[in-house]
């Protein structure tokens, strides 16, 4: 079956992904680029060194800086090639959230993103297409307002909070006091390393996992505000999640950025 | 009982509103004076006079421009005197969409509010308090972004789309396509009148209700830019929503705006 | 203005509660009565009897068993006097999650509840037209099964969970093992006492309270099971309501229960 | 990589599906088998066999009965093998609402599912590792009352009503008038066939797509009531849900339903 977005009865229904349909529009996924505008607000913290081995497939070492993470929230827009997605606002608006680790391929600095939680389905799915374990939560993240006392201005000092619960259970809160300009921080700037994985259902049959890097295009930052970073990862979820509490807290940055998601490249 | 924030076993417990508890903590709404800072979306239309004259109290009456009426959608932050709400992005945030009516208490032009629905229940509640007729719906609203190519940017031409759905049933959709600056909307810029009702619950009680005006302060409008408009209202709800449908759209509008909402005044 | 369903000119837009409109149509409650069907389950526990004190207006003293309290889960289906409301199941349907603290007026047992939270809007409003505290949250409750492996069935003996969350934050979670038949628990057999509050809006104005009992006909008990009760209530709103932990934990109860909520009676 | 729950750093992190953790317990689904306890309502109804045609993959056709087809809500609680998610009734539980289409493969009756929406993540995400093409949606179902006069009773006469809607917007309707018992409806009895799809994200990559058929165990039927059905299908989202809207509407059937989720069967 091709990806192609007609059919006929020689090809049964289409689609970039399920549900597949007569002229391939039901497909929950649009094909890539997919392309975001976003607002971010990021707090560099350190984890146990050892914890955050334990998350990195065999191919991926710690790198120079090791335990370096990064707790990030942003609030998202997004369209596909057509931009059609923008008329609809509950459709190309989501929230993220999602911690990031620093690691290493042969000497190539990379990120690991070892829980992501968005606010919508379609990033969700989207996600798991390039193997970003992406889950559903609920996201809130200050928004800087442009006149009045309720909340900061775009693009000056004030303060930032973001908060991420989970089937009703509080996960993450985060806040930043921005306090001057800054460059972007050094985990927003390398490629993310996901595994894509394909859970295994027939019998016999072996999951498929494969390790691929992102391939995004037109990355834009806007002005980087940063101060001092605040941030508590509670123990909700399991063990796991909980490894990756912040044994020591770092700077918080808050900026506006743009990025065309392209393709997958398999590491190599 | 009165509304402050302590108690003994002489008062019992105590708050603004419901909860009452002991020191009042556990109120659902905090004292006004609340400040809120927000970006509108704006539509101008008109609704067949006669539809409009029947959801005014005999007090008022329609004014020189019978039939004009405005769709506002809005996304805001809002806190309390002390700000203490800004820190929690869920508390603090909540989309807005209402339906104005153009209406006259003795010449004095204000507007009336037949409809509202807000997507938390802290200002749905607090709407209540004041007479605004708000209800629970989802409401999405376009952000303008200052990066990328998912948006227009927040000072400049571009298009904003809102939606709102009630109980799994859109209700209402509406468009701007920005293309220059222009002064504030006029139905946004009058005094907002209310009906304040208390339902009847003990056998033989009446149901009061008084109309009240709303007092604000500290207003504020960004820049005002302005386009055609797009408006629909769907037969989704009952016959008198639907009686407010558009007959005619204007101009629509996109701003910052804040003001700090104060207490209401008894119309005379 | 009446709360009656017609309208002309001389009285203006309609309606048992805001929204007021033409026809009275609009309104977001139904005059009552209200009819409820639903699945209950609750657990006996004890708090502490000075702080259940603190909660209690002047008027009511704890009675002859200080510190009696319940915790309450409830799945309902309500509908108004003309039924219309059950072939809309977003409607008619909604989670309840209470807390019940025993107390007495002038030697007569009533409940009093200082904290309600439901997953649907009109039950809210509704509470409030009572006096009924109650507040939005997410409230999860096992359901009986009638076959297979994913429950326990209707009537015998098995296992029932709740959760409630509200903001993103788990504040109490409760489950049961039931083992054998019982009697109704005391606290769910004695009339509710609520203040009905209207919170001041306009200056000088006195919020405005009253302590008013609930009057209900067509109560049904469905077969009560009984057994071992378990209950957590989290720190996690303020600390009024912390102070309502249990000290001790009785048993579980789970049943079908109905009833029929007519109107309020002054204290007297 | 294997699906087992232990690793060191040879293999990294593991899991059934995404997150891959270090000890397995992150992955948002457990490894089947799956068990399910529900109740259904369902409604046979006849689409235009040409429409329906256009959804068969071309291994399929559509049998004796061309144009046969049923809309089916579910209200189910499911647990893994361990019956762990049962105290969680957050997690256990979910609504369900999809469309069948009777098939066949070489003589075999099937049915092929081409649009599935629930209420929860983690059964849409399991829905994809089938090829069942789950979406997210907003799904509510009468639930039969066991006292009181707010719905009807489990095992009899009465009216059960669903709706579903997509992004806030109604897409469907059902209802059915039960007034006697019946044997199980014919499309609810045999296999589904699915479409595995995994989406193509490296360049050059074909999607693979693999017609499975579900193996089930376990399956128990509740008495089952039937009478007159209502089904209407909203023209909501696009072109080609719009093609499968009832031509003809059969009756409908409520009844409980259980059956464990094995593993799939690669048809042939």
Do not use: N
Not at 14 to 28: K, N, Q, R
Not at 33 to 53: K, T
Not at 84 to 100: K, S
Not at 245 to 258: C, D, L, Q, R, S
């Amino acid at each position: 079956m091709s990806s192609g977005t007609t059919a006929d009865q020689l090809t049964g229904p289409v689609g970039f992904s399920l549900p597949l349909s007569p002229s391939g529009t039901s497909a929950m996924l649009t094909a890539p680029p997919w392309h975001f505008s976003g607002e971010i607000v990021l707090v560099d913290y350190r984890v146990d060194p050892a914890a955050a081995r334990r998350f990195l497939p065999p191919e991926l070492d710690l790198g120079p800086d090791p335990g370096a993470a990064a707790a990030v929230f942003a609030e998202w827009q997004w369209c596909s090639e057509s931009g059609a997605e923008l008329t609809d606002p509950e459709q190309c608006q989501f929230g993220e959230f999602l911690i990031l680790l620093g690691c290493e391929y042969r000497g190539r600095p990379l990120a690991r993103c070892p829980y992501a939680w968005v606010d919508r389905p379609v990033p969700m799915m989207r996600g798991w297409v390039q193997g970003m374990p992406k889950q559903l939560g609920e996201i809130h993240l200050s928004r800087p307002v442009r006149v009045g006392r309720a909340g900061s201005r775009p693009d000056g000092p004030g303060r930032r909070d973001g908060t991420v619960s989970v089937r009703g259970k509080r996960i993450a809160e985060l806040g930043v006091r921005l306090t001057g300009q800054a460059e972007p921080p050094f985990l927003h700037t390398v490629p993310l390393v996901h595994t894509r994985v394909f859970p295994a259902w027939l019998p016999g049959e072996r999951t498929v996992s494969r390790l691929v890097t992102s391939k995004v295009a037109d990355v834009e930052f806007g002005p980087v505000w940063t101060g001092d970073g605040e941030l508590a990862l509670f123990d909700a979820l399991d063990g796991d999640y909980a490894s990756l509490a912040p044994v020591e807290t770092g700077a918080g940055y808050a900026f506006a950025y743009a990025e065309s998601l392209c393709h997958g490249t398999e590491l190599s």
